[in-house]
């Protein structure tokens, strides 16, 4: 069964630090591209940091994380990482894990359930 989970959200205070982890099951996540988002109620998904399969080329970032967001991946877990620092209010939704592959000539995605995370004094 193909699956990802996400896990690490909670509750930190603006400027804390926070690691989701996305872990899958079911494939090997080095082979996916694998990109975090997050949403908001009533807004659109935003792209926040996405990594390419097999390591290839460098991460990339939303202009508002750059500089306080990390993405990497640990291949020995089956995972990808979001190390987030500096967090601030406007950071508070839910985040997102995306696998993405091309299987037999078919753009394939897969999401994580997502995690909630929460900046507030």
């Known amino acids: 069964q193909v699956q990802l989970v996400e896990s690490g959200g909670g509750l930190v205070q603006p400027g804390g630090s926070l690691k989701l982890s996305c872990v899958a099951s079911g494939f090997t996540l080095s082979s996916y591209a694998v990109s975090w988002y997050r949403q908001a109620p009533g807004k659109e998904r935003e792209l926040v940091a996405g990594?390419?399969?097999?390591?290839?080329?460098?991460?990339n970032y939303a202009d508002s994380v750059k500089g306080r967001f990390t993405i990497f991946r640990d291949n020995t877990k089956n995972t990808v990482y979001l190390q987030m620092n500096s967090l601030k209010p406007e950071g508070t939704t839910a985040y997102y894990c995306?696998?993405?592959?091309?299987?037999?000539?078919?753009?394939?995605?897969?999401w994580g359930q997502g995690t909630q995370v929460t900046v507030s004094s």
């Open positions: 990594i390419s399969r097999l390591g290839g080329g460098r991460p």
């Open positions: 995306n696998a993405r592959t091309i299987l037999a000539g078919i753009l394939t995605d897969s």
